[in-house]
């Protein structure tokens, strides 16, 4: 017997796009009206933001999807820690970016 994709439900098709890379999630939205549906859920775009909390809190607002939210993480790098580091994510990999100020580091 012959299986499609397609004929999966949309929260088995989310789960398998949630292993792949934010780019390839995108990408895969184009093919059909389900694959979009399924990419653009929060389910499969769960697994691409940071597990620390502390560090997706400040971007988290409750009518955001996590789409959205894992969007605004790639964007312009908000200060942290007293102004001396920055978080964001690349948005073509997921990886998460740090920059330290010069201020920041300590040379023993």
């Given at each position: 017997?012959?299986m499609?994709?397609?004929?999966l439900?949309?929260?088995c098709?989310?789960?398998v796009?949630?292993?792949?890379?934010?780019?390839?999630a995108?990408r895969?939205?184009?093919?059909s009206k389900?694959l979009?549906s399924a990419a653009?859920?929060?389910?499969?775009?769960?697994?691409?933001?940071p597990?620390?909390?502390?560090?997706v809190?400040?971007h988290?607002?409750?009518?955001v999807?996590i789409?959205q939210?894992?969007?605004r993480?790639?964007e312009s790098p908000?200060?942290?820690?007293d102004?001396r580091?920055?978080?964001?994510m690349?948005?073509r990999?997921?990886?998460?970016?740090?920059m330290l100020?010069a201020?920041?580091?300590?040379i023993?």
């Amino acid at each position: 017997m012959e299986m499609n994709l397609l004929d999966l439900p949309e929260e088995c098709i989310a789960a398998v796009i949630s292993f792949t890379s934010p780019h390839d999630a995108c990408r895969i939205s184009a093919v059909s009206k389900l694959l979009r549906s399924a990419a653009d859920s929060n389910a499969a775009w769960e697994r691409f933001l940071p597990s620390d909390p502390r560090l997706v809190n400040d971007h988290s607002l409750s009518t955001v999807s996590i789409k959205q939210l894992f969007l605004r993480l790639c964007e312009s790098p908000p200060l942290t820690d007293d102004g001396r580091t920055s978080f964001w994510m690349e948005k073509r990999s997921g990886k998460k970016c740090w920059m330290l100020s010069a201020r920041k580091l300590e040379i023993v």
